[in-house]
C-alpha cells in the first residue's frame, strides 16, 4: 500500500513541475558545480532513501564533486551530471572506502516558492569491490529536497543509495543522508 501511496504522490507532484524554468540553476545559467557531504545511514534496503526510523549510522563519509548541466527528462526540468565520489569509512567500517566515478540524472518533480523536489539515477563505477558490494559496477538512487538561496546558489537535503541492482551476490549497499552546495553559472 505504501508503495502505491509514494507511486501517486510521486505522479501527482510531478505535474505541478515546470520545465520553461529549471529550479537547480539560475535564470540563463547553464552549467554548475555542487559539493556534497554525507554521513552513512546504513547498509542493505533502498527504504531508507525515505525511511529514517531504519536508518543506523555507520562510520562512513561520503564526499562527492558533481559539474551538472541543464536538461529535460519527459519535459520536466533535469539535470545531467558528472560525479566523482569518497567514500571514508573508518573504526568497525574499515575496508568499504572507495573512490568512483559516474554519470547522473536527476530531475525536479516539484517547485514552489524557490523550494524543490526530485529523484535521481545513475550509473557509477568504483576502485574496489568489498564485502558490502562485490562488483565495480553500482547504481546511484537519490531522492533530495533543494532550496534556491540566491539567483546562483542552492542548498539541498539528500539521501542517497549506492547498490549493484543484485548483479552478484554480495549486494548488501550503502546508504547515505547529507547536505549539498550548489553553485550555478
Given at each position: ?12 507532484l510531478?505535474?505541478?513541475?515546470d ?10 545559467d547553464?552549467n ?5 557531504i554525507a554521513?552513512?545511514?546504513?547498509s ?8 529514517p526510523?531504519?536508518?543506523?549510522i555507520?562510520p562512513?563519509?561520503?564526499l562527492?564533486?558533481?559539474y551538472?548541466?541543464?536538461?529535460t ?7 545531467i ?10 573504526e568497525?567500517s574499515h575496508g ?11 530531475i ?14 545513475g550509473p557509477?563505477y568504483?576502485d574496489n569491490?568489498?564485502?558490502?558490494l ?11 529536497l533543494g ?5 546562483h546558489?542552492?542548498?539541498?537535503l539528500?539521501t542517497?543509495?549506492?547498490?549493484n541492482?543484485d ?6 549497499g550503502f546508504n547515505?543522508?547529507g547536505l549539498a552546495?550548489?553553485?550555478s553559472?
Open positions: 500500500m505504501r508503495k502505491i501511496i509514494f507511486a501517486i504522490l510521486c505522479i501527482s510531478a505535474t505541478h513541475a520545465a520553461s524554468t529549471n529550479p537547480m540553476f539560475g535564470d540563463g547553464i554548475s558545480v555542487t559539493i556534497h554521513q552513512s545511514t546504513g542493505h534496503n533502498i527504504r531508507k532513501l525515505i525511511w526510523f531504519d536508518w543506523d555507520y562512513q563519509t561520503f562527492m564533486a558533481t551538472s548541466q541543464p536538461v527528462v519527459f519535459r520536466l526540468p533535469a539535470r551530471n558528472l560525479n566523482i565520489l569518497q567514500n571514508i569509512a573508518y568497525s568499504l572506502s572507495f573512490i568512483g566515478t559516474g554519470v547522473s540524472w536527476d525536479s518533480l516539484f517547485d514552489y516558492r524557490g523550494f524543490y523536489i526530485g529523484i535521481g539515477i557509477y568504483r569491490h568489498d564485502r558490502w562485490s562488483s565495480r559496477f553500482m547504481f546511484g538512487e537519490k531522492v533530495f532550496k534556491n538561496i540566491s539567483e546558489w542552492r542548498g539541498e539528500f542517497q543509495h549506492f547498490s541492482g548483479i552478484t551476490d554480495v549486494n548488501t547515505f543522508f552546495i550548489n553553485y553559472f
